[in-house]
């Protein structure tokens, strides 16, 4: 092959793979054509995604989505929700079924190299634990050998407590149910000993007993769980449009934006806060957004402060302590990269 012979096949191929991107690159029209964002959640896990009194759904995964709809459409409202089962989940992202998975999913190297889907960041940091009656008196999940654990299928639940009872030396007897309501209902007809889950779905859930006091969950955190959301893999703007919604979140609360003094702070000469609020310069661009992208979020969402509080925090019947989940700047592992 001549050198330019090889110029004019790099500048075919070059063609061919622009192609290509541009046939994938389609997420961003399909929501605009449609005027909404669909999103795939849970249908009953409060605090992070169930229905309220009005059949409105609510949380904190629900939320990253609004924000999504809020930089992408200008409306946090436009935003359809479609219930989804931990096993059906990955399959209707794949079947571009919905354009945004929120749905208390774990990020593992498996499920980012094989379901050809890419997480776009942790929207909250948990881990796997265990609930038990308080009537058993017990404090510590070295207590559970032999016992009966509730789980549910198609989680990283079911390979945590195996790798946890072989790891301690103990025996236990999986009792496996395929959704959360199963599972409870298992726990708390005596069906087992112990419910184990990731801790926010156990709070979820020991809220949902008919005496919350009856159970306790205990200290252990066996396992690392990062939830966040996913998005189809082939389209690399959508992933940053979806990526980048929840480090506006981020980087609004460490800069102390507000939904209360947004406004406000579009006045503030700090350089960080006019970039990200879209006075200076225009950072949506390179996303096929406008300059107020991150404005639309916080104005109509919050930063990821205000979304954690109302939802599972201090603000909410789970009053659940930041702990991990509070900025960098306050101890914890949230870290957004800067605007600019």
Not at 58 to 82: I, P, S
Not at 91 to 105: G, H, I, K
Not at 113 to 119: H, K, M
Not at 200 to 215: E, G, H
């Amino acid at each position: 092959m001549t050198h330019y012979d090889r110029l004019a096949w790099l500048a075919s191929s070059a063609l061919i793979l622009g192609g290509v991107g541009l046939a994938q690159a389609a997420t961003l029209d399909d929501v605009r054509e449609r005027d909404q964002v669909r999103c795939g959640v849970n249908a009953a896990q409060p605090g992070f995604s169930a229905l309220d009194d009005e059949d409105n759904y609510r949380g904190l995964d629900t939320d990253v989505c609004r924000a999504v709809a809020a930089a992408v459409l200008g409306d946090a409202g436009k935003v359809q929700f479609v219930p989804l089962n931990s096993v059906e989940r990955f399959t209707a992202l794949q079947s571009s079924e919905v354009d945004v998975l929120s749905r208390t999913t774990t990020w593992t190297s498996s499920r980012d190299t094989t379901l050809g889907i890419n997480f776009t960041g942790v929207s909250y940091y948990d881990g796997q634990a265990f609930m038990v009656a308080s009537e058993l008196g017990v404090e510590s999940a070295t207590e559970l050998d032999g016992a009966a654990v509730c789980t549910q299928s198609g989680t990283t639940s079911e390979l945590n407590l195996a790798d946890y009872f072989r790891t301690n030396g103990m025996e236990y007897e999986p009792v496996v149910f395929d959704s959360p309501e199963q599972s409870i209902a298992g726990f708390e007809t005596g069906r087992c000993d112990v419910l184990s889950s990731d801790a926010s779905q156990l709070y979820a859930q020991r809220m949902q007993l008919a005496d919350p006091d009856s159970a306790v969950v205990l200290p252990e955190v066996i396992s690392k769980e990062p939830l966040g959301p996913a998005v189809l893999q082939g389209d690399d703007q959508w992933f940053n449009i979806v990526k980048w919604t929840l480090f506006a979140m981020l980087n609004a609360e460490e800069l102390g934006i507000t939904q209360a003094n947004v406004d406000e702070m579009l006045g503030s000469e700090d350089p960080d806060i006019a970039r990200l609020l879209g006075r200076d310069g225009n950072y949506g661009e390179g996303m096929g957004l406008s300059a107020d992208w991150a404005y639309r979020i916080v104005k109509q969402v919050g930063n990821y402060g205000e979304m954690f509080e109302r939802n599972v925090g201090a603000g909410s019947d789970f009053n659940i302590a930041r702990g991990q989940n509070a900025l960098w700047t306050e101890g914890g592992l949230h870290y957004a990269p800067p605007v600019r």
